[in-house]
């Protein structure tokens, strides 16, 4: 199975809503864990790494990336 590519800034997807009602997020910091912010109430949520990528549905918005 191929990792699922995300990076910082990228609008994602989970598997399971927010209480407020939207399952869209905003990666926020990466690291060995990631912060990922909810776009409908901007409640921050800093989880493993490894628990992100199980939760993560799919990207839905990738951030402007700049190419070295």
Known sequence: ???KQFGLGDIVQM??????GTNQW???RMGMD???KC??????????RQ????RLKKVLVFAQRQEE
Request: with cysteine.
């Open 1 to 3: 199975m191929e990792a």
């Open 15 to 20: 598997k399971k809503p927010h209480p407020c």
């Open 26 to 28: 905003k990666i926020i």
């Open 34 to 36: 990631i912060r990922i």
């Open 39 to 48: 776009v409908g109430c901007d409640h921050s949520v800093l989880i493993p």
């Open 51 to 54: 628990k992100f990528e199980k």
